[in-house]
């Protein structure tokens, strides 16, 4: 049975950073694209970064290439989202997904599989 778990959301100022986790079970991460998507409220879920062997450097969107960095713990079967120079508009609930139907990133929900239950990111003064 394959279960992502997220953590390490929270309250930051702007400028503050935060590592979110993702753990996954019953699959290794190193094997299939793993992707960040977030939620703001009010709005629709948009992925964030993703990763995937097959590509050859991973995926960032617009609004946080620079500041995140997406990378993989194969030991601990964790993938990690270092998220840097935070902003308000970062703030949104996190969610880790993976895909075991494409063996590339997609931007698209409906292209992955599994969902962990989210984490909760708040970025303000």
């Known amino acids: 049975q394959v279960q992502l778990v997220e953590s390490g959301g929270g309250l930051v100022q702007p400028g503050g950073s935060l590592r979110l986790s993702c753990e996954a079970s019953?699959?290794?991460?190193?094997?299939?694209?793993i992707a960040w998507f977030r939620q703001a409220p009010g709005k629709e879920r948009e992925a964030v970064s993703c990763?995937?062997?097959?590509?050859?450097?991973?995926f960032y969107s617009d609004s946080v290439k620079g500041r995140f960095t997406i990378s993989r713990n194969e030991a601990k079967n964790i993938v990690y989202l270092q998220m840097n120079d935070l902003k308000p508009e970062d703030t949104a609930v996190y969610y880790c997904?993976?895909?075991?139907?494409?063996?590339?990133?997609?931007?698209?929900?409906?292209?992955?599989?599994?969902w962990g239950q989210g984490t909760q990111v708040t970025v303000s003064s």
């Open positions: 019953g699959l290794p991460v190193d094997y299939y694209a």
């Open positions: 990763v995937s062997d097959n590509e050859r450097n991973p």
């Open positions: 997904t993976v895909t075991v139907t494409y063996y590339y990133c997609s931007n698209l929900e409906r292209h992955y599989d599994y």
